[in-house]
């Protein structure tokens, strides 16, 4: 269960969204759309897990997966720059968390290999995403104050 390269193609999602296009609502950014990719595939394995697993790993799994999303948006909506980086590194520690919990869903055997090497790429996807989009939103506030 080493995780492998990523090779992925873009999903309707990313195809349809325009590098040129301006981020006017959380739904535009690739990185809520990928941590949305995450939720959709997290609920998808949850679903099959024994029905002893339904109030502990499968509700563990269901939480992490939607506060990735859940952050994202919530610090898209902020009215700062630096409450959107701090929502955003809460995303960043719950995609870790989600990491941590599909290891121990495969660990039980709960999901193949497969499924596991598909859900711990994206999420590796949905940190490296989230880093660039807090850099990037760094950047911007960095270059406001020396605007000033």
């Avoid at 948006?73 to 700062?80: D, H, I, K, P």
Wanted: hydrophobic share 40%; charged share 30%; net charge neutral.
């Amino acid at each position: 269960m080493t995780p492998r390269s990523e090779i992925r193609k873009p999903t309707l999602m990313e195809a349809e969204m325009v590098a040129t296009d301006r981020v006017r609502d959380f739904k535009d950014l690739i990185v809520w759309q990928l941590a949305r990719e995450l939720h959709m595939m997290i609920y998808g394995l949850v679903e099959r897990f024994p029905a002893e697993e339904r109030y502990a790993l499968n509700t563990q799994m269901r939480r992490a997966a939607q506060s990735v999303g859940a952050n994202i948006a919530e610090g898209f909506g902020r009215y700062s720059h630096k409450e959107n980086i701090q929502f955003c590194r809460r995303a960043r520690g719950s995609a870790f968390e989600l990491r941590d919990r599909i290891v121990t869903a495969a660990d039980a055997g709960f999901v193949t290999e497969e499924e596991y090497d598909q859900a711990e790429a994206l999420a590796r996807r949905v940190i490296q995403t989230i880093n660039g989009y807090v850099r990037a939103t760094d950047n911007r506030l960095s270059g406001q104050k020396e605007d000033n």
